[in-house]
């Protein structure tokens, strides 16, 4: 099933000294954009059918093909590239850990625009590009986020819904200087959303889990500590005004918030799981 057809204004252009006909674009475009005209060389007759995932410019054996402006030469190239190795990664992923305490410093601002700015190669169904990142980048801009959103919950009490206890006590005890349980005191936070009313947006959700794993694995390799904040969006159901107020976010739009810092502190290794993942064959 193909992903909605969409208005695209793209320029794809192809270097007939260079192509030599051999097909592999044509073949790789998911949407069947890509046809060989009478000459043989590739061309887009229907342009609305490209999701501009650019599989084309990047497959091309011979760097024929230059698209919306962008030169092959203006690409990371994939051959010497160096890549973490498959023990490298696997370890990663048994050492990471969700931190919840958090250094008062705030993180280098030129590590953080480098992080976000990368965030734009996140995968997204049908190549949408439909995610915002809405960055509260300084303990400063935390800290007011902190005020709105105790106030929003303490006027949302005195209204005509009882709050539950696991959002009125920690809510209470945050405003008096006890604890925050909800944002961890962390020094930066993000929130992925995506836009739900976008036409060519078709898996809002998947999209934003995907920008949050990708956010923490170049904030950890920067040297930054990670947390999924969980807790906003269970806040967010209860306080459907909340995101609304403070960031735009409306109550029906898929997102997810990770709190960003350097770590308080050290762990000296990873976690044995009790449990495996549940693999089912099918062959």
């Not at 069947?32 to 009478?38: E, H, I, V």
């Not at 995932?53 to 011979?62: G, L």
């Not at 994939?78 to 990664?89: F, N």
Request: glycine share 8%; net charge positive; hydrophobic share 40%.
């Amino acid at each position: 099933m193909f992903g909605p057809k969409r208005k695209i204004d793209m320029l794809f252009e192809v270097d007939k000294t260079k192509c030599v006909k051999c097909g592999a674009c044509v073949k790789d475009c998911a949407f069947r954009a890509l046809k060989a005209g009478a000459e043989g060389y590739p061309e887009i007759p229907k342009p609305e059918k490209c999701m501009r995932c650019q599989h084309c410019f990047a497959i091309c054996p011979v760097g024929a093909i230059t698209f919306n402006g962008h030169r092959p030469e203006d690409a990371v190239p994939t051959r010497g590239l160096a890549l973490p190795t498959a023990d490298e990664v696997e370890n990663w992923m048994q050492v990471r850990r969700s931190t919840r305490q958090f250094r008062k410093e705030d993180v280098d601002r030129g590590a953080l625009e480098r992080i976000l700015s990368r965030l734009g190669d996140v995968p997204t169904g049908c190549n949408a590009r439909g995610l915002t990142f809405t960055c509260f980048p300084t303990r400063r801009a935390m800290d007011a986020f902190r005020e709105e959103f105790i106030h929003a919950i303490e006027a949302h009490r005195d209204g005509p819904k009882l709050l539950p206890r696991w959002l009125a006590v920690p809510a209470i005890r945050m405003r008096a200087g006890k604890g925050d349980m909800f944002f961890r005191d962390a020094p930066g936070m993000v929130i992925i959303s995506s836009d739900e009313t976008n036409p060519a947006v078709t898996t809002p959700e998947a999209d934003v889990a995907a920008a949050c794993a990708y956010f923490e694995m170049l904030a950890q390799a920067h040297g930054l500590a990670t947390c999924w904040c969980g807790f906003l969006q269970l806040v967010q159901r209860e306080v459907p005004e909340l995101l609304e107020k403070t960031v735009g976010i409306r109550r029906t739009t898929p997102f997810y918030a990770m709190l960003f810092g350097k770590s308080a502190v050290a762990y000296r290794r990873g976690v044995c799981r009790e449990t495996d993942a549940t693999i089912v064959w099918k062959e």
